[in-house]
């Protein structure tokens, strides 16, 4: 009987603990409070090596006390580097209150305010400070015509609306209003979900006439292909990833001129688009040849703004339109 009471808290233990780690797996965090070390360390990352050159760095929680680092020459995306050139990665892995990795015989040390490279001799030969970056864009105030599709105090203009407690919009919902050409001025944020991985990790999406999807999805440090932030879904790829970390604040701001048809309704002129990811341009007047799946076929009226729902809890704010 001692036996197997022995036996049955051990497997309930066993069990427990296999429960917990996949609870973790499988948790979601909206709250940088609740992000735990694995958040605090995350995020972007800049300063200087001893010969006075700038380095940017972006650190990206994976999980089970695991990170990847990418170094930038230069500066950080957008601030810095050049695109091309040659990027660094390092694995980390959590070592008390600090990530630890090695690259080249460098050892490397992050911590929640701080990223040392260290010599073999003990000597730190570069330091660069946690920064938090915001977009020049962010809680722009629509310009004189704009129309105010969500302001925080109602989600009136939206099929489906949603708010959150907060007072934020929730995914997957549309405009009841439908524009031609236009400005788009739209701030989101992408939850925490560490051990998720490509389009599971707060996937959402900025469907501009209700036909180009303009892509949301967390890829901070990622390379920044069609499919993750800031792509055009399936057409193009960003000139640059700005993404920022999870739980961030990020703009879009998107000027759209709508495809042309002719009495027949074929059409005979591409849309076109420029968006600009936290400030800076990551599509410049680039043609849309065709739609993006997931909403409206191409057509030629107007369009709705649709948030895409994609099962992850991506939330919206401040979001308007001025029409051309």
Same mark, same amino acid.
């Given at each position: 009987?001692? !036996?197997? @009471?022995?036996?049955?808290? @051990?497997?309930?233990?066993?069990?427990?603990?296999?429960?917990? #780690? @996949?609870?973790?797996?499988?948790?979601? &965090?909206?709250?940088?409070? +609740?992000?735990?070390?694995?958040?605090?360390? /995350?995020?972007?990352?800049?300063?200087?090596?001893? *010969? !006075?050159k700038n380095w940017g760095a972006q650190v990206i929680a994976l999980g089970g006390k695991q990170f990847r680092l990418v170094g930038y020459p230069g500066g950080l995306p957008g601030d810095g580097y050049e695109i091309g050139d040659d990027l660094t990665y390092c694995d980390l892995s959590l070592d008390g209150d600090v990530a630890k990795g090695s690259f080249e015989g460098m050892q490397i040390v992050v911590g929640s305010k701080e990223l040392k490279v260290i010599d073999?001799?003990?000597?730190?030969? $570069?330091?660069?400070?946690?920064? +938090?970056?915001?977009?020049?864009?962010?809680?722009?105030?629509?310009?004189?015509?704009? &129309?105010?599709?969500f302001d925080g105090t109602t989600a009136e203009a939206f099929e489906r609306g949603?708010?959150?407690? +907060?007072?934020?919009? /929730? @995914?997957?919902?549309?405009?009841? *209003? !439908?524009?031609?050409d236009h400005r788009l001025h739209v701030e989101f944020r992408t939850p925490f979900k560490p051990y998720a991985r490509g389009q599971e990790r707060g996937n959402s999406g900025v469907y501009v006439h209700g036909r180009y999807e303009v892509q949301v999805l967390d890829s901070f440090g990622l390379s920044g292909e069609n499919n993750e932030c800031g792509g055009i879904y399936s057409i193009a790829k960003p000139q640059v990833n700005m993404c920022y970390p999870p739980l961030s604040w990020q703009t879009y701001? &998107?000027?759209?001129? $709508?495809?042309?048809?002719?009495?027949?309704?074929d059409k005979i002129k591409n849309a076109r688009i420029t968006v600009k990811h936290n400030g800076v341009v990551i599509h410049d007047d680039i043609e849309l040849p065709h739609g993006t799946p997931g909403?409206?076929?191409?057509?030629?009226?107007?369009?709705?703004?649709?948030? /895409?729902? #994609?099962?992850?809890?991506?939330?919206?704010k401040n979001i308007w339109v001025v029409r051309k």
């Amino acid at each position: 009987m001692l !036996r197997a @009471a022995i036996l049955f808290l @051990a497997l309930t233990t066993w069990f427990s603990g296999v429960r917990g #780690h @996949a609870d973790d797996r499988e948790r979601t &965090i909206l709250d940088p409070a +609740e992000g735990g070390i694995e958040y605090s360390i /995350q995020g972007e990352f800049s300063g200087t090596d001893v *010969e !006075r050159k700038n380095w940017g760095a972006q650190v990206i929680a994976l999980g089970g006390k695991q990170f990847r680092l990418v170094g930038y020459p230069g500066g950080l995306p957008g601030d810095g580097y050049e695109i091309g050139d040659d990027l660094t990665y390092c694995d980390l892995s959590l070592d008390g209150d600090v990530a630890k990795g090695s690259f080249e015989g460098m050892q490397i040390v992050v911590g929640s305010k701080e990223l040392k490279v260290i010599d073999p001799s003990g000597d730190t030969v $570069a330091s660069l400070r946690k920064i +938090e970056r915001k977009s020049m864009t962010l809680g722009m105030e629509p310009p004189p015509g704009a &129309i105010v599709l969500f302001d925080g105090t109602t989600a009136e203009a939206f099929e489906r609306g949603a708010m959150t407690a +907060e007072g934020w919009l /929730q @995914a997957d919902c549309e405009t009841k *209003e !439908r524009f031609g050409d236009h400005r788009l001025h739209v701030e989101f944020r992408t939850p925490f979900k560490p051990y998720a991985r490509g389009q599971e990790r707060g996937n959402s999406g900025v469907y501009v006439h209700g036909r180009y999807e303009v892509q949301v999805l967390d890829s901070f440090g990622l390379s920044g292909e069609n499919n993750e932030c800031g792509g055009i879904y399936s057409i193009a790829k960003p000139q640059v990833n700005m993404c920022y970390p999870p739980l961030s604040w990020q703009t879009y701001d &998107i000027e759209f001129t $709508a495809a042309r048809y002719d009495e027949n309704g074929d059409k005979i002129k591409n849309a076109r688009i420029t968006v600009k990811h936290n400030g800076v341009v990551i599509h410049d007047d680039i043609e849309l040849p065709h739609g993006t799946p997931g909403k409206d076929p191409e057509g030629p009226t107007d369009g709705v703004l649709y948030l /895409q729902g #994609h099962g992850n809890p991506v939330v919206f704010k401040n979001i308007w339109v001025v029409r051309k």
